[in-house]
């Protein structure tokens, strides 16, 4: 089993690894033109903690059988199947399919087991590669980080304590490089600072300002939240540079 989050979303893989075993793996103990369980013993499982898209197309969040059509030595499809109780290909209905996907093989280094592994892992993006003897396949895979995000932010703060200054304050925070959420992000950095002003919420509202080159204001602001610092200077001091310096420069761009 491998499992990766990417983005907010985790990928797992469920699969038995076969070995080469001096044999001819693709076009021989793997026919061209049949399907294949991608593993051995029962159908490989592939699951999505939540929709995403693999190879640009949109798949819904669930756990599916993961076959291989390999076409030509150019040529493959990973398809994708409903039923998670087959064995091998023993009741496999095409009908279940849910994707069929063009990938294209390509020469790798000798792997005598075979392996599923991730790699390229960015911020809401990775590519799955499947190798076997010389042969490897891969497969990008793109989730939808804003769409969890912005889910996530909605329950914590349906979620938080009457008390809890604090959610407000980091969800207002998380939209600070979202322009086109910045209204939200001050109706919830103002809501933290009805509940508990300090100098964290006053630098996060300023710092929405001068995102929005309102510079005055995010000068004034950053002024209260060194002030408010003082009040509780060991959380303070984390900040302290930044905010200065941010201070220093909004000044003299106002």
Request: charged letters at 25%; one cysteine or more.
């Amino acid at each position: 089993m491998i499992k990766q989050t990417i983005g907010l979303t985790n990928v797992t893989v469920n699969y038995h690894a076969p070995s080469v075993k001096g044999r001819k793996v693709f076009g021989g103990l793997v026919p061209m033109k049949e399907l294949w369980r991608a593993g051995a013993n029962e159908a490989t499982l592939i699951t999505f903690e939540d929709e995403l898209f693999l190879n640009n197309e949109r798949v819904p969040a669930g756990t599916y059988s993961f076959f291989i059509l390999p076409q030509s030595d150019s040529l493959w499809h990973v398809v994708l199947n409903k039923d998670t109780t087959l064995w091998g290909l023993e009741g496999y209905n095409e009908l279940d399919d849910v994707a069929y996907l063009e990938v294209k093989p390509h020469k790798t280094a000798f792997t005598e087991t075979m392996r599923f592994y991730f790699s390229d892992i960015s911020t809401n993006q990775a590519k799955l590669n499947l190798a076997w003897e010389n042969t490897e396949i891969t497969l990008s895979i793109e989730t939808e980080l804003e769409k969890k995000a912005l889910a996530n932010i909605n329950k914590a703060l349906k979620n938080a304590a009457a008390d809890d200054w604090y959610t407000w304050a980091q969800c207002a925070e998380y939209m600070l490089p979202r322009k086109e959420h910045h209204q939200k992000a001050l109706e919830w950095v103002n809501k933290s600072i009805s509940i508990k002003e300090n100098f964290y919420n006053n630098w996060i509202k300023a710092k929405l300002y001068a995102y929005n080159n309102e510079f005055q204001i995010a000068a004034a602001l950053s002024q209260k939240a060194m002030q408010l610092g003082n009040t509780e200077p060991e959380s303070y001091k984390t900040y302290a540079k930044q905010i200065e310096t941010a201070h220093s420069e909004w000044k003299r761009r106002r």
